[in-house]
């Protein structure tokens, strides 16, 4: 079967099994930590996909990438038990990344992101979220990546919009206009 039908069937369970118990907002929250976690603990996916780990350490191991706090959700702590019960615990980043997806189109939330080149202050993010909530008529999950080799200015994106307002795009545009 696909990858993609599979892991689409499971998030559309999970939000369900989440809207019943009234735990969406904190399943989306566990599924976007457990995606950073993929995309930062590249291990995760071997760990995932390593037959001699029992399944009790591979629930284990997605526990604790959804809450390193260890308050974890009941929802998500037995949605991750049907997942690695049923043999599907290496397919946990896309199921994750689709519970996002359709919480977000349920929700009316867009996705976005703002990249800078040093931290910025609380009340600079909000007003500029604000703004761009403003523009795109609904609310927008705005994350803020600091990566200090954009060397200046800031990259904002969110929806199909994008705005790269960066030195090193502007410097690279000037440096391909001399030739």
């Known amino acids: 079967m696909n990858t993609g039908i599979v892991t689409k069937r499971y998030a559309k369970a999970l939000l369900a099994f989440a809207k019943e118990n009234k735990a969406e907002q904190i399943v989306y ?22 037959p001699v780990l ?14 390193p706090d260890g308050q974890l ?4 702590e037995r949605f991750i038990h049907l997942l690695v019960s049923a043999g599907r615990g290496d397919l946990y980043n896309f199921v994750a ?5 359709l ?13 800078v080149p040093c931290n910025v202050d609380k009340t600079t993010r909000d007003r500029l ?10 609310h927008v999950d705005m994350e803020v990546v600091v990566d200090p080799e954009i060397e200046g200015g800031f990259i904002l ?15 690279t545009r000037i440096l391909r206009a001399l030739g």
């Open 29 to 50: 929250d566990e599924m976007r930590r457990l995606s950073a976690c993929a995309m930062q603990v590249p291990l995760m996916q071997q760990v995932m996909t390593n």
């Open 54 to 67: 029992s399944a009790e350490k591979k629930e284990l191991a997605l526990k604790a990438a959804c809450a």
């Open 73 to 76: 959700s009941a929802t998500t």
């Open 97 to 101: 990344y689709s519970y996002a997806d």
């Open 103 to 115: 919480y977000r189109r349920d929700k009316g939330i867009v996705s976005g992101s703002l990249v």
């Open 129 to 138: 979220q604000a703004l761009v909530e403003k523009e795109a008529g609904c």
């Open 157 to 171: 994106s969110y929806d199909t919009y994008r705005c790269d307002a960066s030195l090193r795009t502007a410097r």
